[in-house]
């Protein structure tokens, strides 16, 4: 390759890079602004909701649709999701599961959060009678986190055990039986459940458009630059 190829390869280089760049900036306002319509819509259907459907299994649920299902709580088999900050104190999500019929999969019930004490824990505190009940709520989901050390649930451990970010099949594993694909959280009247207050994901649509725009002006001030470079570059030549 001679010098005067290798010169015009090496002034290219810093116009792809930027090409690429330009392309990766708008990419990114593009999957926020994605974000921002999946959270309106979030938003619309949790407020929009109304009255509780009676719920079977293998029925379709939409999220934040709000259910009742009758069956009797499993006391013994219950979890305690830690690390959950509320109020800048640290506590436990309690999830226990819900015994529909004999052979169905089990729906796991979001209690509510209860705040973690300098004591070792008592687990009376959240026992429950195994009486038929109906419970009431709203569809949603385990909480999740960006990364996870570790095993989200200690084999073998006494119950209740504890779990750091586990998925459904981790519930399951553990329970050694099905789960339903969803959990409900309970409504915050129903009295079965500790502190709840279950709203949509705290970042709301604005916030993702704000962003979307940034990343589209950050591609479109880099664009305008290597334009100009370039025309800057051929006037020279």
């Known amino acids: 390759m001679n010098k005067q190829l290798k010169r015009k390869l090496l002034g290219w280089l810093p116009y792809v890079i930027g090409a690429i760049l330009v392309v990766q900036f708008l990419a990114l306002g593009v999957w926020q602004i994605d974000r921002g319509l999946d959270k309106r819509a979030e938003k619309q259907a949790f407020d929009s909701q109304a009255g509780f459907a009676a719920w079977s299994d293998g029925m379709d649920v939409r999220s934040f649709q709000r259910l009742k ?10 979890f305690l999701l830690e690390n959950i900050i509320i109020n800048s104190r640290y506590g436990y999500y309690v999830l226990t599961p819900l015994v529909l019929a004999e052979g169905q999969p089990v729906l796991m019930i979001n209690r509510g959060w209860l705040e973690r004490s300098a004591q070792d824990f008592d687990s009376l505190a959240i026992e429950l009678g195994t009486s038929r009940t109906t419970v009431r709520g709203r569809a949603g989901s385990l909480p999740k986190a ?20 586990p998925t459904l099949e981790d519930l399951a594993r553990a329970l050694g039986r099905e789960v339903q694909p969803f959990v409900l ?11 709840r207050h279950w709203v949509p994901e705290e970042m709301g649509p604005g916030r993702h458009f ?12 880099l664009a305008a630059l290597l334009i100009w470079n370039f025309r800057k570059r051929g006037l020279e030549s």
């Not at 649930?153 to 055990?161: C, E, F, V, Y």
């Not at 959280?185 to 502190?195: A, I, Q, R, S, V």
């Open 69 to 78: 299902a009758t069956g009797h709580f499993d006391s013994a088999h219950q």
């Open 146 to 165: 960006g990364y996870r050390m570790g095993e989200a649930i200690t084999p073998d451990s006494a119950w209740p055990q504890r779990a750091v970010y």
């Open 185 to 195: 959280l309970l409504d915050p009247e129903d009295g079965h459940g500790f502190f």
């Open 210 to 221: 704000a962003y979307a725009l940034q990343w589209f002006a950050m591609g479109i001030v």
